[in-house]
């Protein structure tokens, strides 16, 4: 399946580097979604772009920087990140209907991130 | 906040045996409910979601889940299990006053032996 696609599918990085997370869908959706899985821990949501507006869990690093540039891109932009920061990053999509909460979310395969 | 509990963290049942897995969802009121599987080292799919309508649900694979509003449940079913059905099982739910966000549970995490 290749509705969602993201790279890199793995990531090592150093508390100091500055990478970045890419997700691609190929749906036709207009709304991205990204979240982290961790273990022993539900999957926690980051980042949503819906409808061109951008919502965000208040919870969530600014050392996390997400950015859409249109409805079928989403980036996760990592800087100075925590070793407890490691984890499966997953991108989602859907297609919504403003006031509407009927949308099914698709998933990309993840990025597993390690920060040493 | 919504919350969802899947009260079986690990199972370990037999090929052929029956599954149900517990989903409980904290929201009182309209809600849209979701299962999704993750097998090893795959991406998360959807197996099943409920709406609205009949409230036993068919999915993919010879899944099923109930809707049972009144015990704010939608616990997943197969009659027989089968070796490649082990994956982890994700409950998930929204809610209109919650936009898009879908509140997942912790997982369950299911083998099946030969």
Known sequence: ?116 | AQSVSQHNHHVILSEAASLELGCNYSYGGTVNLFWYVQYPGQHLQLLLKYFSGDPLVKGIKGFEAEFIKSKFSFNLRKPSVQWSDTAEYFCAVNSPGGGNKLTFGTGTQLKVEL
């Open chain 1, 1 to 116: 399946e290749t509705g969602v696609t993201q790279t890199p599918r793995h990531l090592v990085m150093g508390m100091t580097n500055k990478k970045s997370l890419k997700c691609e869908q190929h749906l036709g959706h207009n709304a991205m979604y990204w979240y982290k899985q961790s273990a022993k821990k539900p999957l926690e949501l980051m980042f949503v772009y819906s409808l061109e507006e951008r919502v965000e869990n208040n919870s969530v690093p600014s050392r996390f920087s997400p950015e859409c540039p249109n409805s079928s891109h989403l980036f996760l932009h990592l800087h100075t990140l925590q070793p407890e920061d490691s984890a499966l990053y997953l991108c989602a999509s859907s297609q919504v209907v403003r006031g509407g909460a009927r949308n099914t979310q698709y998933f990309g395969p993840g990025t597993r991130l390690t920060v040493l």
